[in-house]
Structure formats: structure tokens, C-alpha cells
């Protein structure tokens, strides 16, 4: 399903109504911007992820984003970027994702309830809440004109599913649309409609975002806890030693140095889980004079992490890492390195993330790895 699902994600609306002077996709929420939270939730399902930015912001989302994520400028209309984005889907694709940053709260079920529907035939699918208001329609001057049957009426929601041939052709047909399934049906193909989330809200304005912010921290009366890690290993000199990284182990590439298995990755978020919960950091926990961890690997790290941080009393509502480096690509075996932390970590929400400082730094140079991750506790 994965090899066989692209995702794009519209990214340049602006930001006015949120009352802040940069992209709508680049505003926080809490711990990381809307888009970020977008990938984040589609990351695990689609190999290839294309965020379209305002013209002037493309390097601001790739700094944000990393070299897991194609970034480029969108159009003047939502159409138009998203034309410009399956442009740059390769043909062995067949399925495409089409998502807003500004339902930055979708989650990852939800994304893979519509692949399924498509690979099990499905040409079109939305994800859609069933409407609890009565609505009206009314005339230009302010009076009823008709009221809506409210059973057959559904509120629309992304990310939208689509076989690539499919939404190409709707795209060529059509010039504009709030809504690429609305493109679909003016070809007469059928839509399928699955169950949304109330989750999947579109942040629009700043009441939107309050109420994303108390979904995602229902409880204003815990403890809310941030830290940062790091970590940087040097390649070995040994070409026998295997490259552990992001819980995962990498044939063909070298490995780093360090009295554990050196996954720098796994290693910049046990840092950063830590830190959050003030129980120091990476050394005074998994230190080299303890022969218990020698050639230790990620994961047994990131699991006795977990635990120091549940008896501190904490939960973890998401962390994220972001590798430096030239090599190894990561973006092919990204949804598996998710699935490797998320599992160490009892389950919990995971962002991986890629990139190179252009030739600069012992990084640029080739000479090794580091990683940076954010963590993000509750307390329980």
C-alpha cells in the first residue's frame, strides 16, 4: 500500500484569519507548525509526500520539514497547486492523497481508511461528518429560500483519496474547485463516502485553533513538558560494523562508532524524553561506564526510557527527530523507522524527518551522523 501512495498537502493558504503574518501551514500548534502535523499523520502511509508553499516560504517550510518532504510553489487557485504537485508524482504511483495543512489534527487511521478503500476498487474517496444542524438555503437578500433534507447532507473533510488517473483527468477537465472530489463527480465517477473525525476540523481562525489546542491537551490542568535532545556519532572505521538508525538496521552503509549501536536518532529522542521529564540527560542515564549497555541497541534505549518517564509520571503525546546527514536516504524507509520508534515507545506519535547541511560541518563532510528531537510530555 505504501509503494503504491503518494500524498499531497496543500500548504499555501494564508494566514490572515489566524491573525498571523506568515503561511496558515507555518503557524504553531503547541509543538510543531500545522503542516508538520499534517505530514506527521501522512508520513506513515504514503511514501511520497509533496507539501505545496506560498510563493517567497518554500524555504521556510523546508527547513521545517526536512529532505523528507518535496516542497514547492503552489498556484494562484488550490487547483492550480495541486495540477503543479501531481506533475511531480512519478507514473508508478496509483494512488493519491490529497490533503489540507489546516487539517493539521487528521490522524493517520483516518488516512489509511482511505488507501484501503481504494485498493479495494474504490475510483474516489472522501472522509465526511454527518451534518447535526438544520441548514437553509438563502438569497442574496438575506431571506430562506429552501431548507436541505439534513440525513442526506455530509460535511467534508480531507485527506481525500483519488487513483492518480483519475484525479489527473478531473484536474484537466476542470479549471477550479474548493474540493477535488467535487472535480470527480463532474466526470461522473462515483465517490464513496467513509466516517470522518471530529478531529479533522479545519483551522481557520483563532477559535479553531483554541479548539485544536484542547483536543490535542483536553486537560489544561496537567503538567505540559517540552525537551530537547541531541546526539552525533562518526562513522567507523570498521567496514564490517552495521548502521543502526532510527530503530532500524541499514544494509550496505556503514555504521557509527559509540558504545551502544550508535543510533543517533534513537538516542537524540531518549535525550529529549529526558530532559522534558528532568531526569537528566543521555550520559547520566545510559552512560559508557556501564557495561549494560555496551552495543546497547535503540530500542531497548528508547523502551527504558519510556518507562523512567512513566514512573516520573508522564506521558508522551509526540516527539519528533530529525536526522543530519547525507546519507543513508531516509524518505524510502521513513513509514518503517515511524513504526520502529513508535513501537519502542508503547504506540506513541512519531515524526522522522531528513537533512543535509550542504556540505557543511563534519555532517556535510561525510564524516558521520547527528539527529535533534523534540518531545513532547503530559503529565498522567
Known sequence: MINKTAAIIAGAGAGNRLGANLPKALVKLIDKTLVEHAVSSLAPVAQLLIVTAPAGFEEEFRKVLGDQVTVITGGILRSDSIRLALAQIPNNYEYVLVHDAARALATTTLAKSVVEQLVKGEQAVIPALDVIDTIKEVDSKGYVRNTLDRPSLRAVQTPQGFTRSVLARAHQASDDATDDAALVE??????????????????????????????????????????????????????????????????????????????????????????????????????????????????????????????AGFVIENVSVQIVGNKPKIAPRRAEAIAAISTALGGAKVSVSATSTDGLGFTGGGKGLSAIATALLVSA
Open 186 to 311: 463532474a466526470l461522473g465517477i462515483a465517490v464513496k463516502v467513509i466516517p470522518g473525525e471530529e478531529c479533522a476540523l479545519k483551522i481557520t481562525n483563532k477559535s479553531d485553533l483554541a479548539t485544536a489546542t484542547q483536543i490535542l491537551l483536553p486537560n489544561t490542568q496537567k503538567q505540559i513538558r517540552v525537551g530537547i535532545g541531541t546526539d552525533a556519532h562518526a562513522f567507523s572505521s570498521d567496514k564490517n560494523r552495521k548502521l543502526s538508525l532510527a530503530g532500524l538496521i541499514w544494509d550496505g552503509e556503514i555504521g557509527l562508532d559509540g558504545h551502544s549501536d550508535a543510533d543517533v536518532a534513537s538516542h537524540a529522542i531518549c535525550d529529549a524524553l529526558l530532559s522534558a521529564a528532568s531526569l537528566g540527560d543521555l550520559g547520566s542515564n545510559f552512560g559508557t561506564s556501564d557495561a549494560k549497555y555496551a552495543g546497547a541497541s535503540g530500542a531497548q534505549m528508547l523502551s527504558e526510557t519510556l518507562a523512567k518517564v512513566k514512573a
